[in-house]
Each structure stands twice: as C-alpha cells, then as structure tokens.
C-alpha cells in the first residue's frame, strides 16, 4: 500500500525548458503554440533568474531551432566547386508561413512554427531567385533565374499558377546550361530584386549578363511595377532595356522611392546617362528616375567601382546609401545630391607592399542609422601576384558598423564568426548576421546566426542578444519574423574531397 501512495505523490516530470527572446520552448505539447519535434512554444516575459516550468532564466536569451525542412541534393554542386546555393526566404505577413525559394528551383510553403510542409513545387529549368507574400499572404510571388527568367503569382495555399510573366522577353533569353555545369545557371537572365508594395503592386528587377559570339560580352536589365492581376503598370526604362546589371532594389515604401545599383560588365563603352558604379533612385509609383549617384574608383588599387547588395535609400531622412567592393560606404543626401557621410571601413590598407581591402557586401538605412558589413580580407584584383594570399586580415574585415545618417559611429562588432550576410526584422528593432562558410580554418561551431538589438544605446557586444548555432554554414539572405522567429538556409560544406552535411532551411527561436 505504501509503495502505491509514494507512486501518487510523486512530482509529475517537469519538461525541459529553454528560455528564448520573449518565450520558453518547453519539450512538450501542451500550453502555448505547438512548433516542430513535438514541442510547444510558451510567449511568457522573463528575467535573469526567474523559474519558468521548474526551470531557472539564464543570463541572456538562449536560441533553438524550431524545426528544419530539408530540400534538393546539393552534393554534386558543392563537390564540384560551386558557390553556396543561392536560397531565398520569406514569412507570411502574418507569420504563420515561411517560403522557400531554392538553387535547385524547389518552392515549398511550410508551417512557420511545426514545419508541416503545406505546398512543394518545382519550376523547371530554374533556380528560385526571390520570393515575396502579397500584403493579405493569399499569393507568394517567386522570381525565378531560368532561360526565361518568369516571375510567377503563385496561390499561397497551393502553388498553383495564378499568373506568370516571362521577363526575358524584354532582356533577352539564353538557353538551359549542361546538366554538369554548375555555374551555368548564373548566365541566365534572372529576376534579382522582388519587393511587393502595401496595396498590392509588384516591384521586380530582371538581369541578364551573356556572352554574344559576335559582339561580346553584353548586358540587360529593366525594373518593372506589375498590378495584382499582371498587368504592367510602369517600367523603367520606358522603351528598351538598360546597358547594365542592376543587381538588387532597395525600396523605401513609406516614401514611394526605388533604388537600384547600376553595375556593367558588358563590353564596349558604357552608356553616358546611367551612373554605372553608382545608384539610380526612381520614383516607386511611376519609375521615372528622381535622381544618380555616383562614385570615382579608388585608384590605384581599383579601376572601377562595383556596388551589389549594399543599398539603402530613404526619402524620410533625406538619404541614400550606398556600400562598394572597395570598402567604402557613402551616404547622399535625395534633395540636393550632395555627400552627408563618406565612410572607410574597409578600404585597402598596405601589409608590407601588398594592399589589403574588405569589401561591403550589405548596407542599409534602419531608422536613423547606417548599417553596413564587411567580408574577409582580399588583395585588390590586378593589385598583386593572384597567386598571393593576404599576409594577414584587414583590421575592419568581418564587421557590423552603425553610423548615423551624419556618418557618426554608434557602435561596430566583431567576432570570431565569418559573417554572411544581414537581415533586419519588420519593426526595425532587431538585426540578424549570418556565420557561414570559413575560409581560415575548418572549424564547424561557429555556423549559425547573431542577433542584435537596434535602437537605443550600447557597443556592439552589448547589442549582441543571442547567438543561434547551426550544423552547417549559412548562405546570405535570411527571413526575420517581428516574434523573433529566423529562418536561414544551411548547406552542406566540403572538406577535402569530401562533402557532408544537408542543403535544408531551419527555423530558430
């Protein structure tokens, strides 16, 4: 009879607990919002020190992933040399869906919280490019890189086709690469920026960079605003295509600007009325340009300026932004054209006769604040032996900078992690870094992601909230959810001839 008392008295078993930002993740179903492996996720306030489900806070927010849903074999890619797979995300604006677009031209809705796989698709012959919800979530629109490079309306719940527009029809289309060529895909014309506007409209960006056997290498792009239903509201420019690469779009939506940065690899002269190094800021509504900006190369160590994805622009505070493969970042005041801020946080510096640069590959404009990051240490192309590596790192190599809009530093971070890539949440008030792959070394425990608090005051280390660790290294573009939700794409890594890990995308909490 004892024995059968002891057994009722007995506590129940108390579920593992791990305390995130704003929520504990407990081992089992019940209380709160149920997410991958069985689990549930409690949104509750709490402290340093506070019990939570028999469970006590830690000093800082721990992160874990929700869930992970594996997509295409990479394997062969990677083992061959290829770049990390190009993947794109998207959270519904609702939150309750994450899209998916992958380098092997999967598309897949999933659960935002459990994973459950609601719609998988693949569109031939493509890599899924962009992906972006329509304001209500009822369609995902999915800009591909393909011989046609098609932006699609897809139904949000199914994946099926609402309307697809073949954007190659204006910048030229190119044919399928071999099975076994595994940069192919990058020649194809591409849909390479994608952002939809509150009341439904659709900005998208199509590039192509080919080879033409009789003139050379040659370049097309045009930026487009599509209506709901497909139709074409405005393009720029208005006839044609333009002579260059614009790689991206940035979009102040609030201010109704669009900015694109214009890049050429084309041969021949370029066109006199494009500020190729520089930006284009066009009016989002009409797309008729508003106004340029440009740079003059940082010579001698570079001949020309290239800017990629390191683009902000912002009619509230009167700025746009740009970073530069050469290490600078400006800012121009929209108005009057003129320099507000010139910043140097990875320009080349000399190592014994060998020059040294870090090149922004992110900027952005986050309320009244320059964000801006910088890659790894590389020698200036044309500037020393090719052969040659870097005697040692750039002093501001691998670093998240943040200035006002004055050019005034707020607070720099720089840590062990090879950071790829920033994302910023929808409400302005955190920031994501990615760690991917590493060149320096072969250490696998420093994949993952960074998150940090904007707004307010702190160093870099202070704003550092929570570290997200991941098998494998990141790629670049990553999803942010205002709840603290991040989805980012893993991929496999090689080591020698041998290649482990799985191409899949993980969401953490």
Known sequence: MWFVVWLACSPAPVPDATFVRGAVVVSAAGEGREV?????????????????????????????????????????????????????????????????????GEVVIADGFTGAVIARRVLPEALAKRVAWSPDGAVLYVGDQSPDARLYALDGATLADRWVVALAEDVGHSP?????????????????????????DVLAVAVHGWNDPALGYRNASRVYRFAPDGARRAAWPADGVADATLMTLAWDGPGGALAVPVGRSAAGPAPVDLPVGGVLVLDAATLVPRATF??????????????????????????????????????????????????????????????????????AIVGDEVLALTSGTSIPFGAADPALRPPRAHP???????????????????????????????DGSALVAGAGLREADERTDLFGALVFRLGGVGSGAERLVTTCP??????????????????????PLKHGDVVTGTYRVTVLR
């Open 294 to 363: 440009a740079l003059e190369p940082l010579r001698p160590w570079f001949d020309r300026v290239f800017v990629w994805d390191a683009l902000g622009v912002s009619v509230a505070r009167d700025r746009v932004v740009a970073g530069t493969g050469d290490g600078r970042v400006r800012a121009w005041r929209l108005a009057d054209g003129s320099v507000a801020a010139d910043l140097a946080p990875g320009v080349p510096v000399d190592a014994g006769g060998v020059p040294l640069a870090a090149s922004v590959g992110f900027a």
């Open 36 to 104: 991958g492996g069985g689990r549930s996720l409690v949104s509750v306030d709490w402290k340093p020190g506070d019990v939570k489900f028999g469970a006590t806070a830690p000093e800082r927010p721990e992160c874990v992933a929700l869930f992970s849903v594996p997509l295409g074999d990479v394997t062969a890619a990677i083992a061959a040399g290829a770049e990390p797979p190009d993947t794109a995300l998207a959270f519904s604006p609702d939150g309750s869906r994450v899209a998916i677009g992958a380098y092997t």
């Open 176 to 200: 399928a690469p071999a099975g076994d060529d595994v940069y192919g895909v990058y020649q194809l014309p591409g849909v390479f920026g994608l952002v939809v506007a509150p009341d439904g």
């Open 470 to 491: 991941t098998e494998g290294p990141v790629f670049f573009r990553m999803a942010v959810a205002d709840d603290g939700r991040i989805a980012v794409a893993e991929h």
């Open 396 to 426: 501001g190599e691998n670093t998240i900078g943040a200035w006002s809009t004055e050019g005034e530093v707020r607070w720099t971070f720089q840590g062990p992690e090879r950071l790829a890539g920033l994302a910023v949440s929808p």
